[in-house]
């Protein structure tokens, strides 16, 4: 059956339908990048908001500025913006249609329709997941790059922009001028500091074509730090064949594991939903939780996904069914990580590396080697290197954080262990593959590349460390060079 609203009241009544009547919904919210982590994260909280009764004035409306987001409109317009929500614990599945957003805004060149809407009073929050990559931020510096191509067009054409942040700002100018007021920016990508990062994109970008502007924007919006996590895997033909054996017709679903968390600052300029309502943490610490996750879940995954991508292992799950990898896991996390990891309320840091572990070994969560070891050229600099500083700068050891970067820098080589071909896996793949092919027999070439800053580059105990782990992959293989380091390291 075709999902739409018509269709949800002769759906099977094993699944669960909004009980909310959509039609009292109102849009308070726009979302740029509606990826699957959205439809099962910050939709799903919303969705269940509106199961209480109140606040139906925040649903959301869906955006983007990308080409992919065009086919994804057209899709979820066709299904009246419904996603279809499949759980998947390691012995049973649950499924959800989520109904929290209204409407997806039209795409086009200009972005026009997208600067409208955002023009709009009723929207208060503006929130996004561009991906870790897609801040325009240096990758050493972690500052705005203010020479890229698409940000200099947004800069000289401000009525045209090309970029999310570029079209807030246009939106911003409008609202500003007709005294319409401030949104809140929310960024909901994996970014420590997500909502600092978010500011200085957008203040940066607005100064360079209106510096009046920026400044108002400064100190009127506001843009709150928030911390999300919830393991969505992409969908592909297993997730289409799923949700047809549960007689739903749906071409973009989404599954996910049976865990959710968001914790955020309380700092919205224009108002916001009663999230927490239904489990959102509000919190002035935002930046603890954050830690605890970026450095222990997403390094984690650059630990086991890298590896297994040299061992020909498909998924994460599988990754954590060889025994090397995931004491390779524990290993790194406990003695060279978690020492650099807070407690937040009710959980240890290592307390939180078992739970890691126990999610990322859910046999149901079909989350692909090649989908979280994507994009290493800004997770590595993201989620792994932060911790190598630290570890440096306090003459701690770094032998198991240069073994996972030896790692990366041979599955970059672009062939796996037993042969076959990795196919592009990065926006820089290119660069990184020549690279790697020097880094072959001359191993301090990985580590003179920009990501690596002078704090990791010039640093001896880290160079040696890293030679040795490379030069021991190739000479003796991977598994080998594992256990070497858990018995002998």
């Given amino acids: 059956m ?177 005294g319409i007021g401030p949104f809140t920016g929310l960024s909901c990508d994996n970014l420590q500091g997500n909502g600092n990062i978010l500011r200085n994109t957008i203040v940066s970008l607005a100064t360079m074509s209106d510096p009046l502007l920026a400044t108002w924007i400064d100190e009127n919006c506001s843009f709150p730090n928030s911390m999300v996590d919830c393991i969505v895997p992409a969908t592909g033909d297993k997730e289409l064949e799923l949700v047809q054996q549960f007689g739903i017709d749906d071409k973009v679903p989404v599954t996910h594991e049976n865990f959710r968390q968001w914790v955020i600052e309380d700092d919205f300029c224009a108002g916001r939903p009663h999230l927490e309502n239904v489990g959102v943490t509000f919190t002035s610490d935002v930046h603890s939780y954050e830690v605890m996750k970026i450095r222990i879940l997403n390094a984690g995954h650059q630990f086991v996904a890298n590896a297994g991508e040299l061992l020909s292992i498909k998924t994460i799950s599988g990754c954590m069914d060889n025994t090397l990898i995931k004491k390779l896991l524990y290993k790194v996390h406990i003695e060279e990580v978690i020492p650099h990891v807070s407690s937040v309320p009710n959980v240890s840091p290592r307390q939180y590396v078992d739970f890691i572990a126990e999610r990322f070994s859910n046999p149901a969560i079909v989350d692909t080697v090649r989908r979280v070891s994507f994009d290493g050229s800004a997770r590595h600099p993201g989620f792994v290197l932060p911790i190598v500083r630290q570890c440096l700068s306090k003459n701690m050891s770094i032998q198991g954080l240069a073994l996972i970067e030896a790692i990366w820098a041979r599955m970059c080589y672009g062939t796996r262990e037993d042969g076959s071909l990795i196919e592009s896996n990065d926006p820089n793949w290119d660069n990184l593959k020549s690279v790697a092919k020097e880094a072959k027999t001359n191993p301090k070439r990985w580590i003179e590349q920009r990501i690596y800053d002078k704090k990791i580059s010039t640093n001896s105990d880290f160079l040696v460390a890293f030679d040795r782990w490379l030069l021991m992959i190739w000479s003796d293989g991977l598994s080998a060079t594992i256990k070497y380091y858990l018995s002998k390291v």
């Fill in 2 to 178: 075709e999902l739409s609203n018509y269709s949800l009241s002769s759906l099977p009544k094993n699944i669960k339908k909004p009980k909310y009547n959509r039609k009292k919904l109102s849009p308070g919210i726009i979302h740029i990048g509606v990826g699957n982590f959205h439809r099962a994260h910050q939709s799903w909280y919303l969705h269940r908001l509106f199961e209480t009764g109140i606040d139906y004035n925040w649903a959301i409306v869906g955006a983007g500025v990308r080409e992919f987001d065009v086919i994804q409109r057209e899709r979820l317009i066709k299904q009246d913006c419904l996603t279809t929500l499949i759980e998947l614990k390691p012995d049973t599945k649950s499924v959800e249609i989520v109904g929290s957003m209204i409407d997806y805004e039209q795409i086009d060149s200009n972005n026009n329709s997208l600067i409208e809407r955002m023009t709009d009073p009723s929207i208060r929050i503006v929130s996004l997941t561009v991906t870790e990559s897609g801040y325009y931020l240096d990758p050493v510096t972690n500052e705005f790059d203010n020479t890229h191509a698409d940000i200099l067009h947004d800069a000289q054409n401000p009525n045209t922009p090309r970029t999310a942040f570029g079209a807030i700002i246009a939106a911003l100018k409008q609202r500003y001028e007709s």
